[in-house]
């Protein structure tokens, strides 16, 4: 008897079963509410885009000229510089020291410089005018026993090899006042024109060897290009930083905040819809309800690859896009640099 209501019994769970597993899985689930609600467009034709804020003359990307040892920094992350303050200084010692050197060698060149222009020393003429006279004396000796020997000559008194004598020692007194004479004028002279030329080449080396290593010294002193707010530091006291190179997280990213602007993308698909000069509307992610205000600022003539994503997924990534500069009128709740907006910018129709 079991057994002949067991198996009908069975076939109708199964199918009781089945028909639940049916209509379980064709329900429809509930549809939740947005916690918020979407931003919406105000104009009756619009074009739409992602809007990434940023400094008013763009975000700066800062990098030291030259690498090295970071020694110090002068400046923290919302500081406030202007053109041409000190944000950080590479080690600089080695070139200090050179520098030292290199004045050394430019005292050096000045001093041999002023030597050359200062000659003759006035101690050193009056021993030079007093060889010029004890060769004079000399050749006047040596002149009246010349004239001595020609008057006996002719008689014979003196033999031939004592004439000779005396003649060669008139001839080597009078070389010798030639000579004294010539180192006379020489010193009186002063230096050899073209000896002050090499002097003065030297002394203008020594002072290109300074401000060669002067402008090496303040490359490695790395200041602010404009007037500004530090939105970012990438560096620490005693890093090694180099030379920026694509890819390469800079040192300072400095943004005038003056004004802050937003730099929109719009789809290649929109560009024809876009007017430039047209009114913006801008909402902050997450909080639709604050409306911004943007004025137009400027078109990039130059369609790029879209690279500022929104993380939908719907949005298109292999796409083209014009950016757009819009400056925000009415910051009244604070906005920051990389932060993303929805645009909507009044189109034609």
Do not use: C
Not at 250 to 256: C, T
Request: overall charge neutral; proline content about 7%.
């Amino acid at each position: 008897m079991i057994r002949r209501y067991l198996l009908p019994t069975l076939a109708l769970l199964l199918i009781g079963w089945a028909i639940y597993r049916v209509y379980s899985t064709q329900r429809q689930e509930a549809v939740l509410e947005p916690k918020t609600p979407p931003p919406t467009s105000h104009y009756p034709y619009t074009v739409a885009g992602a809007g990434l804020v940023e400094a008013r003359m763009e975000n700066v990307q800062i990098a030291p000229a030259i690498p090295g040892l970071v020694l110090e920094i002068y400046v923290e992350v919302g500081q406030r510089v202007r053109k041409g303050d000190p944000l950080l200084r590479v080690d600089d010692r080695h070139l200090r020291a050179q520098l030292q050197q290199a004045k050394a060698q430019l005292r050096y060149a000045e001093a041999q410089l002023a030597k050359l222009e200062a000659m003759p020393r006035p101690e050193e003429v009056p021993p030079a005018q007093a060889r010029v006279a004890a060769a004079q004396i000399a050749l006047a000796l040596a002149e009246d026993l010349f004239r001595r020997a020609q008057r006996v000559w002719p008689t014979g008194q003196i033999a031939e090899e004592e004439y000779n004598q005396k003649r060669l020692q008139r001839d080597l007194a009078q070389q010798q006042l030639a000579q004294a004479e010539a180192e006379l004028r020489l010193l009186e002279a002063g230096a050899w024109e073209r000896d002050k030329e090499i002097a003065r080449a030297q002394v203008e080396q020594a002072k290109a060897q300074i401000q060669a290593l002067e402008t090496e010294i303040e490359r490695a002193l790395v200041r602010a290009p404009m007037d500004g707010v530090i939105l970012q530091r990438n560096v620490r006291p005693g890093e090694y930083i180099a030379v920026s190179f694509p890819g390469a997280a800079p040192a300072f990213v400095l943004g005038d905040m003056s004004e802050v602007h937003v730099r929109v993308d719009i789809d290649e698909y929109d560009i024809p819809r876009f007017r430039p000069g047209a009114p913006a509307k801008a909402y902050v992610r997450g909080y639709p309800r604050h409306e911004y205000s943007l004025r137009f600022v400027r078109v990039e003539p130059y369609v790029v690859p879209k690279k500022s994503l929104t993380g939908e997924n719907t949005e298109r990534v292999d796409t083209r896009v014009l950016q757009v500069i819009y400056a925000v009128e009415n910051p009244e709740l604070p906005l920051y640099v990389g932060q993303q907006l929805d645009v909507f910018i009044e189109a034609g129709s």
